[in-house]
């Protein structure tokens, strides 16, 4: 059976590790994130590795013209059945919440909720086959952490938002967040070496700190995240409108 996805933040970390699950499973793909260059070699590997159609769309998820993904993705692979949404952070973090300016709780806002919301309301309109979409998310949304606390508060409305489509679109929306606990991707490290620069630890210090953070003392694996969202992408369709956890049973936060 063909299999047609949509992936978000696509370039690398948690969105390669996506995009890469989907392609194994044979899903063509068109992928999303700001710069070209890091789409195409993203591409370049998908399709020599899975032999899938992995197509580049530069774009910017805090702007309007992202509207456009779901249409252009339907006009160059056909209806989509997976959409996975993945993302940066806000240009302050980390930061306190009281330094984070107007324009990055705009920015957070448009890139967690805006986009989500309009991605979904599109497919519930066009798309032909129903789809299930996977809305990243992080286990400090339940409970903010000052380093990343815009993305925290506004991706708290994520739930409610899984909720919503699932409830207004049964037909057409599978909708799951997925609340991610620790893994060492650049985004992280970037975020991970500010942290520690600014406390004068190492990196390596400051990342076994936040291994220390769950019971297992370790790190999210790569290869886990591969296999739990290739699970999910085509896991049973009562599994909907729920928001899954995976975080090493993570205690505390930083
Ligand atoms: N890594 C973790 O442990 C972890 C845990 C919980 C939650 N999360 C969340 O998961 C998301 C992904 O994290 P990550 O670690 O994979 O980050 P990452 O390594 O920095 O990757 C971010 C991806 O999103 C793209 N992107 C960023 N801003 C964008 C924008 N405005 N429009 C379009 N694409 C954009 C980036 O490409 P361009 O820069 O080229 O646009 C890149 O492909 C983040 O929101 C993070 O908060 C991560």
């Given at each position: 059976m063909s299999c047609n996805a949509i992936v978000t933040g696509a370039s690398r970390g948690i969105g390669l590790e996506a995009a890469?699950?989907?392609?194994?499973?044979?899903?063509?793909?068109?992928?999303?994130?700001?710069?070209?260059?890091?789409?195409?070699?993203?591409?370049?590997?998908?399709?020599?590795?899975?032999?899938?159609?992995?197509?580049?769309?530069?774009?910017?998820?805090?702007?309007?013209?992202s509207e456009a993904i779901v249409d252009e993705a339907r006009s160059?692979?056909?209806?989509?059945?997976?959409?996975?949404?993945?993302?940066?952070?806000?240009?302050?973090?980390?930061?306190?919440?009281?330094?984070?300016s107007w324009d990055d709780w705009q920015y957070a806002a448009s890139m967690y909720l805006v986009f989500p919301a309009r991605l979904l309301g599109r497919l519930a309109r066009v798309n032909g086959r129903k789809a299930t979409v996977i809305l990243v998310s992080s286990f400090s949304s339940r409970s903010p952490m000052w380093p990343t606390g815009v993305s925290d508060?506004?991706?708290?409305?994520?739930?409610?938002?899984?909720?919503?489509?699932?409830?207004?679109?049964?037909?057409?929306?599978?909708?799951?967040?997925?609340?991610?606990?620790?893994?060492?991707?650049?985004?992280?490290?970037?975020?991970?070496?500010?942290?520690?620069?600014?406390?004068?630890?190492?990196?390596?210090?400051?990342?076994?700190?936040?291994?220390?953070?769950s019971p297992l003392r370790r790190l999210g694996r790569p290869e886990e995240l591969r296999e739990l969202i290739a699970w999910l992408a085509f896991s049973p369709e009562y599994l909907t409108g729920v928001t899954v956890l995976f975080d090493g049973a993570t205690l505390q936060s930083l």
């Amino acid at each position: 059976m063909s299999c047609n996805a949509i992936v978000t933040g696509a370039s690398r970390g948690i969105g390669l590790e996506a995009a890469r699950a989907l392609a194994s499973r044979g899903c063509d793909e068109l992928l999303v994130a700001r710069d070209r260059a890091g789409l195409e070699e993203a591409s370049r590997e998908l399709s020599s590795k899975y032999g899938v159609k992995a197509i580049p769309r530069p774009a910017d998820m805090t702007s309007r013209e992202s509207e456009a993904i779901v249409d252009e993705a339907r006009s160059l692979l056909g209806d989509i059945d997976v959409a996975f949404v993945s993302y940066g952070n806000p240009p302050c973090e980390p930061c306190e919440p009281a330094d984070a300016s107007w324009d990055d709780w705009q920015y957070a806002a448009s890139m967690y909720l805006v986009f989500p919301a309009r991605l979904l309301g599109r497919l519930a309109r066009v798309n032909g086959r129903k789809a299930t979409v996977i809305l990243v998310s992080s286990f400090s949304s339940r409970s903010p952490m000052w380093p990343t606390g815009v993305s925290d508060v506004v991706r708290a409305g994520l739930p409610a938002m899984a909720k919503l489509f699932s409830r207004a679109y049964p037909g057409s929306l599978r909708v799951i967040v997925l609340e991610l606990g620790s893994f060492r991707t650049p985004g992280a490290e970037r975020l991970i070496g500010e942290l520690a620069r600014r406390e004068g630890v190492s990196a390596e210090d400051y990342w076994s700190r936040v291994a220390s953070m769950s019971p297992l003392r370790r790190l999210g694996r790569p290869e886990e995240l591969r296999e739990l969202i290739a699970w999910l992408a085509f896991s049973p369709e009562y599994l909907t409108g729920v928001t899954v956890l995976f975080d090493g049973a993570t205690l505390q936060s930083l």
